[in-house]
């Protein structure tokens, strides 16, 4: 399996994680990555949307948004673009 994109190391923010996903849903869109599933880019779509305005979420808790991603946040984007418009 080739990765779409082989350094992703340059991400260190949570703005440049969305805007990844959307490059890399665009990418698909275009026809540059092939995809199995037809509404992955949707799915990725949703994570980006949901990654960008998460601070909406975590304020209507009174929590701080978080900065620096841990394993959990990450299954939580996930997660959340299951149900994310």
């Given at each position: 399996m080739t990765m779409p994109a082989p350094d992703l190391s340059g991400i260190t923010s949570?703005?440049?994680l969305?805007?990844?996903l959307l490059r890399l849903a665009q990418r698909v869109e275009q026809g540059e990555i092939r995809q199995e599933n037809e509404q992955s880019v949707d799915y990725?779509?949703?994570?980006a949307y949901w990654?960008?305005?998460m601070h909406g979420?975590?304020?209507n808790q009174g929590k701080e948004t978080p900065e620096q991603p841990d394993w959990a946040l990450i299954a939580?984007?996930?997660?959340?673009a299951f149900i994310y418009e």
């Open positions: 949570r703005q440049e969305a805007a990844y990725v779509k949703a994570a990654t960008r305005s979420f975590f304020a939580m984007i996930f997660s959340a």
